[in-house]
């Protein structure tokens, strides 16, 4: 993952089931997972080497998501800018 390009999130409609995340001030990457509407939040969950680990997830905010993470570049739907 040393060679992913990420990008800021513009839109809530880049968070799909399956993209990577990235915190702006960390180098640890996520894998983004369902929005679940009881918690208000997306859930994440650790990601390395390729491998998805279910054994621990966080609840996290599209909010929180928006102002600090990071998303990988070309996954998800495409923000159109104006």
């Known amino acids: ?29 996520y894998e983004l997972g369902p929005y679940d509407g009881t918690k208000r939040g997306y859930t994440l969950y650790a990601f390395e080497d390729g491998v ?16 600090n993470y990071l998303i990988e570049k070309g996954k998800g739907n495409q923000a159109i800018a104006a």
């Not at 990420?6 to 180098?27: C, P, R």
């Not at 998805?52 to 102002?67: G, K």
Request: proline letters at 0%; glycine letters at 2%.
């Open 52 to 67: 998805r680990f279910e054994d621990f997830s966080v609840i996290i905010s599209e909010n929180e998501l928006m102002n």
């Open 1 to 29: 993952m040393k060679n992913t390009t990420f990008e800021n999130i513009f839109d809530a409609y880049q968070l799909v089931s399956g993209a990577k995340i990235k915190a702006k001030n960390y180098e640890e990457v």
